[in-house]
C-alpha cells in the first residue's frame, strides 16, 4: 500500500483535524508574520444572498412595486429598514452592525459583482473565487495566489479556512490550513498518539514531497490545536454562541493569540431563498441576524488586532428585483460586497448604483453591475495590505486594476 493512501485509510489528517496543504509550501517571501501584519478575512455567503434586502434602496418606487410581499419597509414605517444615508437603509436584522457603521468601520459597495453574467452557482462562485471571470479552467485561487506573494519560511498557518474541504478560493501551491466549523476542531486524532506520531515522524522524515507535506500537516495541526486548548481554557466552562458566531469567536481567538495568521476564509450556506425569503421576519431575516451577530461577535472577539484587520463579505450573485410567485426571489446579477475594518472609509454605500427601473435592469429582471468585484478586493489589498499594483495585477491575472474606480 503506497504511503498517502495509507494516511488517508488511517484518518491521520481527517476532516477533523488541521491539514496543510500546498505542494510549494514556505517558500521564503520578503513579507513576515509579525504582531502587526495586516490580516485580512473573507467571508463567502453561499447561494446568492439579495443584497437587495441586505442595502435596501428605500427611496426607489420600483423596489415595493417589484415586491409587494417581501419589501423590507421605510424607515419611518413598523419593521423598517436601519436608515444609512437617506437613500439606503440596512435590514433591521443587521442592527448589531449599526455601532460599526456609525463609528466609520462598515462600508458598502452596492451593483457589484462579476463581469461574468452566469445564473450557475458553481460557475459564478468558481469566477469569484478564482478572481478570473470567464476563465473555468484556472488552477488557483485569488486567496492562494496572495497568500503565495505573502509566504514566509516555517509559518504553516499563514493562511486558515474554517470548514471540512479546502474551497476553491484557497487551491494552489500555497499552503492553507484548515480548522474544521462546530465543535470538533479539538478532536483527538490518532496522530496525537505519541507513540504513533513517533512512528509517522521516523517514517516520513525524509526529503520527498510527501514527508514535507506531512511535517507542514503535522505542525499546523500543533500550533492551532495549542492555542485552541488555551483559548478553551479561558473560556472557563462557559458555552460558546452556536453557528456562525461560535466559529467567529474562534477564529479570532486564534488570530489574537497567533500573529502568524493572516488570511482566513469562511463560507456560510442558506442563502438560495427562491421560496418563502420573507421580508422583516422569516427566513432571511433569521440568517441575516445570525450573520450580522457572528460579524459583530468577529469584531469584538479581534480586539486589538482589528485594528490591523479588513473583512469582507461576498457572494455569487444577487437575486432578482420582482419576487418570484412563491414568496422569493431568483438567481439574479448585481449583489452587495461588504466592507469591515477600523482603517475603512466606511459609513458609506460606495458604487455607482443604477436605479431599478425596466431600462436600467440587467436583461430586464435584475440589478446591474457596474462595479466589477476585482476592484473592490484590489482596493483593499491596495490600501490594507499594501500590495502594488504589478502584485496585484499576479492576484487578478488579465484585469486592468487602476485604483482609481473606487474610492473606499
Known sequence: MKRRKFIQQAGIFSASSLIAVGSNAFVSRSISATPNSKRLIVIFLRGGID???????????????????????????????????????LHPSLAALMPLWKQKNLAFVHACGSPESNRSHFDAQEYMETGTPGVKYTKDGWMNRLSGLM?????????????????????????????????RTAKRLPIDNPQLATAFDKLYSGNDALSKTYRDARQAREALMESDVEMKLANNGAPLPKGFSRDAQ????????????????????????????GNT????????????????????????????TNIIVMSEFGRTVKENGNGGTEHGYGNVMWLLGSNINGGKVYGDFPGLSGDRLHQGRDLAVTTDFRD???KVLQNHMKLDKANISKIFPNYNFTGQKLKV
Open 51 to 89: 443584497g437587495l434586502s441586505v442595502v435596501v434602496p428605500y427611496t426607489e418606487t420600483a423596489y415595493y412595486q417589484a415586491r409587494k410581499r417581501i419589501a423590507i419597509p421605510q424607515p419611518d414605517k413598523t419593521g423598517g429598514v436601519l436608515d444609512l444615508d437617506g437613500k439606503f437603509g
Open 281 to 308: 421576519k422569516g427566513q432571511l431575516a433569521g440568517r441575516l441576524k445570525r450573520l450580522g451577530d457572528g460579524l459583530a461577535t468577529l469584531q469584538k472577539e479581534l480586539g486589538k488586532v482589528y485594528k490591523d
Open 250 to 277: 474562534r477564529l479570532a481567538r486564534l488570530m489574537v493569540r497567533d500573529s502568524r495568521i493572516e488570511l482566513a476564509f469562511l463560507a456560510l450556506g442558506g442563502w438560495d431563498t427562491h421560496i418563502n425569503q
Open 151 to 183: 509566504s514566509v519560511e516555517n509559518n504553516p498557518i499563514q493562511a486558515v479556512n474554517v470548514g471540512s474541504t479546502i474551497p476553491r478560493i484557497f487551491t494552489g501551491n500555497a499552503a492553507v490550513a484548515t480548522i474544521p466549523a462546530g465543535r
Open 376 to 378: 473592490v478586493i484590489g
